[in-house]
T-cell receptor, first 116, second 112 residues
Framework: DAGVTQSPTHLIKTRGQQVTLRCSPK?????VSWYQQALGQGPQFIFQ???????QRGNFPDRFSGHQFPNYSSELNVNALLLGDSALYLC???????????????FGPGTRLTVL | TQLLEQSPQFLSIQEGENLTVYCNSS?????LQWYRQEPGEGPVLLVT?????EVKKLKRLTFQFGDARKDSSLHITAAQPGDTGLYLC????????????FGTGTRLKVLA
């Protein structure tokens, strides 16, 4: 049973560029959340997708957008990259319409984004 | 703004020693979770505590949720090198049902 997978593993971009990160949830999971983890910090919630719609959003600018596909996979897009966007981007999946906090989140290994 | 502050930030100990990591907030949480994250990997859930005063044990790890549900602790007995990693606490926010916040993290290194 495949867990949460993310691609690419590493990515280097320059300021002003745009990037797309991809996530495939664990088999049987229908909810995907994205997090940004700066070096030495805990993850920060970006947004959550359920039934192909953004269900909840954290304190991130509109430069951060996402999409969920009918097969539950998801993309995170970041436009007009800034140096401060350099971080590990984590995807987590859960199963459950409630989206309850006590539903176990399974995290992928992350995509390391470096903005030069 | 809800915050989860963890202490200590860094901890380096010898194999066999005991340690406690703390997760504190001025806000009440309905539940808290503890995760461990190893280099190059995403966080892995260790435990969820939901009742004030609750104590849960996972082998050599003991988790406690404060009576007032504003704090939690993780105690490791006889630490082993395999316990090395970043320990994170996390909780649901009051500003959104599906929005979670994570603590600042405690980086633990256990030396053989």
């Amino acid at each position: 049973d495949a867990g949460v997978t993310q691609s690419p593993t590493h990515l280097i971009k320059t300021r002003g560029q745009q990037v797309t990160l991809r996530c495939s949830p664990k088999s049987g999971h229908d909810t995907v959340s994205w997090y940004q983890q700066a070096l030495g910090q805990g993850p920060q919630f970006i947004f959550q997708y359920y039934e192909e719609e953004e269900r909840q959003r954290g304190n991130f600018p509109d430069r951060f957008s996402g999409h969920q596909f009918p097969n539950y996979s998801s993309e995170l897009n970041v436009n007009a990259l800034l140096l401060g966007d350099s971080a590990l981007y984590l995807c987590a999946s859960t199963k459950g319409t409630s989206g309850s906090f006590t539903d176990t989140q399974y995290f992928g290994p992350g995509t390391r984004l470096t903005v030069l | 703004t809800q915050l989860l502050e963890q202490s200590p930030q860094f901890l380096s100990i010898q194999e066999g020693e005991n340690l406690t990591v703390y997760c504190n907030s001025s806000s009440v949480f309905s539940s808290l979770q503890w995760y461990r994250q190893e280099p190059g990997e995403g966080p892995v859930l260790l435990v969820t505590v939901v009742t004030g005063g609750e104590v849960k044990k996972l082998k050599r790890l003991t988790f406690q949720f404060g009576d007032a549900r504003k704090d939690s602790s993780l105690h490791i007995t006889a630490a082993q090198p395999g316990d090395t990693g970043l320990y994170l606490c996390a909780g649901p926010t009051t500003s959104g049902t599906y929005k979670y916040i994570f603590g600042t993290g405690t980086r633990l290194k256990v030396l053989a």
